[in-house]
């Protein structure tokens, strides 16, 4: 008997997306992208720390918000992802309707944020005090949302103001209080999942998450959640505010790039290696298991 073989309605640039009836089957590949160009190598084993990352932190946030995980055991899901391929990182989610918002938030200042504090002070539009160095912790952690781009183009940073003019188009009469929704369960879900991150040896300077709505209107976590793609996870030993961190993320792979201009967008294979096992290490320190 032939296996149905299920294609995908949505490809991003790690992830891809099956409907499967009532479900969604999120698979995240091993490929990597960065600076918005997927790069000729795979990761092995990257989809598998990503899918299992996010499964961590949606069993430990569920007190605060429910997520749209149904199972990551293939078993669970139709024949055709019961391939080796799929095992590990595959997620069986429910159904949403996505709210069209990026939910960012930075309790470290760094990157965009550092260079946009230099300028002017703030951050998004948000006055910080002065005096602050690159890599600080901030007084609170900051909302700063952005628009949802189609792949290829660049999400734009808006003001809580503009996320809610934003949200009130797809939602009229609603654009308020869903913008205060989400800024408000982005902080409580950042402050709970730093303290836990930084009690096991990793700063979380910042991340994104992404909501949607369930049938009866209920705020859902979806996506994936806190895994080193959609956030900066920094070593808490040896951290010192003055200048970047280290981190647990694709940056091997970023500065690699950015030494070799004529890289044809592929990485030679230690770097590959440097990589995954950074993601690897993430893993393991914060849930103590290893995959």
Request: a negative charge; glycine letters at 8%.
């Amino acid at each position: 008997m032939s296996i149905e073989v299920m294609k995908p309605i949505k490809e991003g640039k790690v992830r891809e997306i099956y409907d499967n009836g009532d479900s969604l089957i999120m698979v995240a590949t091993d490929r990597i992208s960065c600076f918005d160009v997927i790069l000729k190598n795979n990761v092995t084993k990257k989809g598998t720390v990503l899918t299992q990352m996010s499964k961590f932190w949606f069993d430990l946030t569920e007190d605060i918000l429910p997520n749209h995980m149904i199972s990551t055991d293939v078993k669970d899901m139709p024949e055709f992802f019961q391939q080796p391929q799929f095992d590990g990182n595959s997620m069986m989610c429910r159904k949403l309707n996505m709210l069209p918002i990026e939910c960012i938030v930075r309790g470290y200042i760094t990157g965009s944020g550092w260079k946009s504090y230099q300028e002017n002070g703030t951050v998004c539009g948000i006055k910080l005090p002065e005096g602050l160095q690159e890599s600080d912790k901030l007084p609170e952690p900051i909302y700063t949302p952005s628009t949802k781009a189609e792949i290829g183009d660049h999400d734009e940073n808006i003001s809580f103001e503009q996320s809610i003019a934003h949200l009130e188009k797809y939602f009229p009469g609603k654009g308020e209080e869903y913008a205060v929704k989400l800024r408000d369960c982005t902080i409580a879900l950042y402050k709970k999942c730093a303290d836990y991150a930084l009690s096991r040896g990793i700063i979380i300077a910042d991340t994104k998450f992404e909501f949607g709505l369930d049938e009866e209107g209920n705020l859902v976590i979806g996506d994936e959640m806190l895994t080193p793609d959609s956030s900066r996870f920094w070593p808490a030993e040896g951290y010192e505010p003055g200048h970047g961190q280290p981190s647990f993320d694709k940056q091997f792979a970023r500065d690699w790039l950015t030494e070799n201009p004529d890289n044809n967008w592929t990485l030679p294979e230690d770097i590959v290696e440097k990589t995954i096992n950074k993601y690897l290490q993430a893993y393991e320190l914060l849930t103590g298991k290893t995959l």
